[in-house]
């Protein structure tokens, strides 16, 4: 066998699991242990300083210096206490994780010695050089620095003996490079309009916040294997491997018990996320083989895209402890199932009520549907953008195959808000309604049962579904930043709540009673967005023929679908709730470019190597070895030969066949890439590689995939399917 699948093989099948011990405490003891929380600030801060954080947290206002200083001198203490030595401002650019730079607290003494040292002003503020990450263009080679400052909102806390400052990263100028910034913005816009909408019914609310909880699907490996592979350690996926015999066609995976050496990867997992305050809830085995789910409960958005970044970042390095590495890409396996990041969402107010919870009054409930209807008419306005948030070259290969949501953007409520809303349209007309209408509207509007929690009226293919409680996105890819898709959906709903607002208004102004009022702008909120809901089943040819009817767009390249970021509607949409300028847009729509541009461009050049430098030559090989072959029963026999080398001469042909397809193939695909290399304007470049390059990334492994099925297994140079997916 190849030697380095050989071992590979034989290392993966050897490896026994690492044994991780619970701590000999309740996880409730240590919960939070290294997160410098509400507890901790208690603690160690001044009653003044405590007061003023907490402020700043709840009113969103920037702390001022003195109270930074103040901040500063507790965190520190705190760190020390835990052992911290280096500090640093913790972020996340314009790329899919996070970054960090690491200062050491030390600081030299007038005697010569050093102290540990850490001001208000570096907690408050850091300026990085912002030349070598992503800014699309915002950010000018002469004024390089970008600077970093302190989210409140996020707390403070440990990783590997550093602490670790939530921040936002803008440009000098005062333009995001970051996930943070806008996201901070786009809560801050569902806020302000929501606690407005919340005035109708609740004067005690005077917040409301965003609820995210995600779900991070992942794949494991064994580290040996998946170092065996060049498209695993390059692209995180594979570009080549012929489908396994047994794959996930028996289901017997989803939900199956887990393997020791998985579970105890688990369990360091679960220790380490809880001593830093990340409530893991949930875990089980998913669909797919070695392919499994992680979920917390949910918290406040900003803080859960944090703790949803953070959990990413250990579970690579816990992934390594075990001997694995961990696959956050869309679709790194043909045939089996992709990964995802459902994204949980929902509005909670400050007095505890989720907006989208339906209750058991009238009035609640009258709430609740003014909630779903502009959540409705915001996705149904905005679809385009909600897709191009979610897009990426990875995502592209799971969304509509056959496990995951198409790319026609649609919303599932379930049978009884259907019912609801389609009586409600029918029902409530324009002209005043007379007592006795009103009340029994309102007593039907009373009767959304409970219930709706309930699971069994579910439907796992739509994109968006409302779940009981909230909306699942279930479009968003396992490897995104969650911020993306946060950023736009809460984005789209503050506006609808503005624009609902202003039509209750406007009526109430007329003399309208407030009650007929917001029910008038309900009925029509529900016909406008009527077309977005969808109950049937997502995958379906049928449904593609139906979204096409309804005018509902489906945009399968991915360049295309970004596009929708610097539409008219979307930038109208940003600029008017402040979220993103224009210039900002334009620079992260070009990041996005270049990233599909770049992604692409890697998988070209390790696909190029591992079918020039693996398979032709182990094809070539196997050839000769065919040819010797025949030549010996020829020699041997004369003429009797022919029955037994006809067979073997025709896989000689085959093998050639496919070699000279996959050189010729390869030459021509970069050659498309050198012209597509030459356009100078990013999207233009994203564009071709699109159209151009993609396309032979299949047509080559077909080739290659085809090849593995005919040269002896021994030979073969690359980890199979089989040994990838089934080796735990
Ligand atoms: P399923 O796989 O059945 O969708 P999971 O239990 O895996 O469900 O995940 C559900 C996620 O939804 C969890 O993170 C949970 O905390 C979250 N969730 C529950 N209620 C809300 C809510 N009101 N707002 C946002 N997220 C929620
Ligand atoms: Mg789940």
Not at 33 to 44: A, G, H, I, P
Not at 147 to 163: E, Q
Not at 678 to 696: C, G, H, M, Q
Not at 699 to 724: A, C, G, Q, T
Request: hydrophobic residues 40%; aromatic residues 10%.
């Amino acid at each position: 066998m190849a030697q380095i699948r050989f071992f590979a093989l034989q290392e993966a099948q050897n490896r026994q699991p690492v044994n991780i011990e619970y701590p000999n405490k309740r996880t409730s003891e240590y919960f939070g242990s290294y997160v410098f929380d509400k507890r901790n600030m208690q603690e160690y801060l001044s009653q003044e300083a405590f007061a003023g954080v907490m402020e700043s947290i709840e009113k969103g206002d920037k702390i001022d210096r003195k109270l930074a200083d103040q901040v500063a001198v507790g965190m520190k203490a705190w760190a020390l206490d835990l052992g911290a030595t280096y500090y640093t401002h913790w972020f996340s650019p314009l790329t899919d994780g996070t970054a960090e730079k690491h200062d050491a607290f030390i600081q030299f003494t007038d005697t010569g010695g050093v102290i540990e040292a850490f001001s208000g002003k570096l907690l408050a503020q850091q300026e990085p050089d912002a030349s070598s990450f992503p800014s699309g263009g915002i950010r000018n080679t002469f004024e390089a620095r970008g600077y970093t400052a302190w989210d409140p909102t996020s707390p403070a806390f440990i990783l590997d003996r550093t602490l670790c400052i939530p921040t936002i990263f803008v440009s000098y100028t005062g333009e995001a490079l970051d996930h943070k910034t806008p996201l901070l913005k786009a809560l801050n816009a569902v806020d302000k309009a929501a606690t407005a909408i919340c005035e109708y019914f609740d004067k005690n609310v005077t917040k409301v916040s965003a609820a995210l909880g995600w779900e991070q699907e992942y794949f494991l490996v064994d580290e040996a294997l998946f170092n065996a592979r060049p498209d695993l350690v390059a692209c995180d996926r594979t570009l080549v491997g012929h489908q396994s015999a047994k794959n996930q066609q028996l289901d017997d995976q989803y939900f199956s018990s887990i393997p020791e050496r998985i579970s105890s990867f688990m369990r360091e997992l679960e220790i380490e996320g809880y001593k830093l305050g990340i409530p893991i809830k949930t875990r089980h085995n998913e669909v797919a083989p070695n392919q499994y789910e992680v979920t917390p409960i949910y918290e406040e958005c900003n803080l859960a895209v944090d703790h949803n970044l953070l959990i990413m970042d250990i579970m690579k390095k816990i992934a390594r402890h075990h001997k694995f590495r961990i696959i956050f890409h869309e679709k790194p396996f043909q045939e089996v199932n992709g990964s995802g990041k459902h994204n949980n969402w929902s509005l909670i107010t400050n007095t505890g009520v989720n907006l989208l919870s339906p209750g058991a009054k009238p009035k609640t409930n009258m709430q609740f549907l003014s909630f779903l209807v502009c959540t409705l008419n915001a996705v149904y306005k905005h679809q385009d953008l909600l897709r191009a948030s979610i897009v990426s070259a990875g995502n592209a290969l799971r969304l509509g195959a056959n496990e995951a949501p198409p790319l026609i953007i649609s919303a599932f409520v379930g049978n009884q808000i259907t019912e609801m809303l389609d009586d409600l349209e029918t029902r409530v007309t324009d002209k005043k309604m007379t007592p006795d209408e009103k009340t029994e509207l309102k007593l039907d509007v009373g009767k959304i049962p409970e219930i709706l929690l309930d699971n069994t009226d579910r439907n796992r293919t739509s994109p968006f579904a409302f779940t009981g409680n909230r909306f699942e996105f279930r479009a968003v890819g396992a490897s995104a930043n969650p911020a993306a898709p946060m950023i736009v959906l809460n984005t789209a709903v503050a506006q609808e709540l503005k624009d609902f607002k202003r039509e209750v208004d406007k009526l109430i102004e007329k003399g309208v009673k407030k009650d007929e009022a917001i029910f008038q702008v309900i009925r029509e909120f529900i016909i406008k967005s009527k077309k977005i809901r969808f109950e049937g089943n997502s995958y379906s040819e049928e449904w593609h023929k139906e979204a096409k009817k309804r005018g509902l767009s489906n945009i399968t390249n991915v360049i295309e679908a970004i596009d929708a970021y610097t539409s008219k509607t979307s930038v109208k949409l940003f600029v008017a709730n402040k979220v993103f300028s224009e210039k900002e847009l334009e620079a992260r729509t070009e990041v996005r470019y270049d990233n599909f541009t770049k992604k692409i461009q890697i998988e070209s050049r390790v696909l190029a190597h591992i079918a020039i430098n693996q398979i032709v030559p182990t094809a070539i090989e196997y050839q000769t070895r065919l040819i010797n072959n025949v030549k010996g029963l020829k020699e041997l026999f004369g003429d009797d030969a022919k029955e037994m080398t006809e067979g073997r001469i025709a896989l000689i042909k085959e093998l050639s066949e496919h070699t000279s397809s996959i050189k010729a193939k390869v030459k021509e695909m970069n050659n498309t890439r050198k012209i597509a290399n030459t356009k100078n304007i990013s999207r233009d470049k994203a564009y071709e590689y699109s159209l151009k390059v993609v396309p032979f990334l299949a047509e080559i492994r077909y080739h290659i995939d085809k090849l593995e099925r005919v040269i002896d297994n021994e030979m073969w140079p690359l980890p199979k399917y089989s040994e990838l997916l089934f080796t735990r």
